[in-house]
């Protein structure tokens, strides 16, 4: 286990040089580098419009108001809830834009947390937030389905 989480730090930080490095001379990017910096231009996007959406929100959020009518009462509270979710999920979202945008300034931006190797980079612009490879996931997907039986 020591023997694997050495090789993953000295892979992480080859990459970190090697980023270093071309970041002085950006003619000399691989297509690679040149995809991360697209994602992220577009992470920095995203993160814009989300924390101009959740100010937003916040001046719009409806208040508890108390409706004479049950039926009405119910169906804003629904309404209120939904909101507050999807709050929620934005909020995630904000926090793992900001931990991808972090990874990049460090250098290990598309480093599997797991395994070490590099994360295709189709995966990362499907998913620019993502810190695991396709088969690391797939690993821990089955082995939550099989904890959850």
Do not use: H, W, Y
């Amino acid at each position: 286990m020591k023997k694997t989480r050495n090789i993953i730090r000295s892979k992480k930080t080859s990459t970190k040089t090697k980023a270093a490095t071309r970041a002085k001379n950006p003619a000399r990017l691989s297509m690679r580098e040149k995809k991360i910096r697209e994602i992220k231009k577009k992470l920095l996007s995203q993160k814009k419009i989300l924390l101009g959406e959740a100010m937003a929100a916040l001046n719009e959020l409806p208040e508890q108001t108390v409706f004479p009518d049950l039926g009405d009462q119910a169906s804003a509270e629904i309404n209120r809830n939904f909101m507050l979710r999807l709050r929620g999920r934005e909020s995630k979202l904000l926090k793992k834009i900001e931990d991808a945008l972090e990874r990049m300034n460090q250098g290990i931006f598309g480093i599997c947390d797991k395994c070490g190797q590099e994360i295709d980079i189709r995966r990362l612009e499907a998913r620019p937030v993502t810190t695991m490879c396709i088969e690391c996931k797939t690993l821990q997907e089955e082995e939550e389905k099989l904890t959850e039986k």
